[in-house]
């Protein structure tokens, strides 16, 4: 299975950290962010990595070079962050039949291997977990039916209907580029991913959610720190 990896920002809001690095080189307990999320994807079962890059691209790709542990790396530029809808699209020519997708600025507590396995069973896969109502005003909210399978995708509502959010880990199939390129922009000019599987689930597509353990997104200097401990066990 291919792993596509969205690594193409700089991560501004952490400020002197990415001054002269891209955010995906900011060490998190001694390793690159990369390295992290390169790990999880390879741990739950990817056999190629797809890596969208951007800003300071170069430093990526000469930090890991052709591959991460054996796995071949292929490096795709997005000129332009237009969102992960748009990042997705990047990845096309590159990906051969289902795929796994994990931002490129998340450490995972642990596997998202269950992830993968639920996507057997059903058209998609998304890891999620449960948060506190502010911080699911901040994101993509996650509405769900008895069985677990999902019924809404909300990104960052403003009265969250629900505290289940996705952690930026999904498991899609192709269709998924189709939609992606069917996409209107947001206000702020950005496509959006979960638009895209709101658009598959709209014509039919059945969606597991699989929750995780812990997670950090990496934004800021204190989620460095936190990602840190983390990754430790801390």
């Not at 501004?12 to 995906?24: I, Y």
């Not at 390169?38 to 691209?57: C, K, M, N, P, R």
């Not at 790709?61 to 990042?87: K, M, S």
Request: aromatic share 6%; net charge negative; with cysteine.
């Amino acid at each position: 299975m291919d792993a596509v990896i969205p690594a193409a920002g700089r991560g501004s809001r952490l400020g002197e950290l990415t001054a002269d690095r891209p955010k995906g080189l900011v060490e998190v307990a001694g390793r690159p962010l990369l390295a992290h999320v390169f790990e999880t994807t390879v741990e739950a079962g990817a056999d190629e990595l797809v890596v969208i890059v951007g800003y300071e691209a170069a430093q990526i790709v000469d930090r890991f070079g052709d591959d991460f542990a054996g796995v071949p790396i292929t490096y795709v530029h997005q000129r332009e962050r237009l969102g992960l809808g748009h990042a997705v699209l990047q990845a096309e020519p590159h990906v051969d039949g289902p795929f796994l997708f994990v931002n490129g600025d998340n450490v995972f507590a642990g596997s998202v291997a269950p992830a993968v396995a639920a996507a057997e069973e059903a058209d998609a896969a998304l890891a999620v977990e449960e948060v506190s109502p502010e911080v699911a005003a901040t994101t993509g909210v996650i509405e769900t039916d008895e069985a677990g399978r999902v019924t809404g995708l909300v990104e960052k509502p403003a009265e969250p209907s629900s505290t289940l959010v996705t952690t930026g880990c999904y498991v899609l199939l192709g269709d998924v580029f189709h939609a992606c390129a069917l996409l209107r922009p947001s206000a702020e000019r950005e496509y959006q991913l979960s638009g895209a599987v709101g658009l598959l689930m709209w014509t039919g597509y059945d969606v597991a959610t699989v929750r995780v353990g812990g997670r950090v997104n990496v934004n800021t200097p204190a989620d460095v720190e936190r990602a840190s401990e983390l990754a430790r066990g801390e």
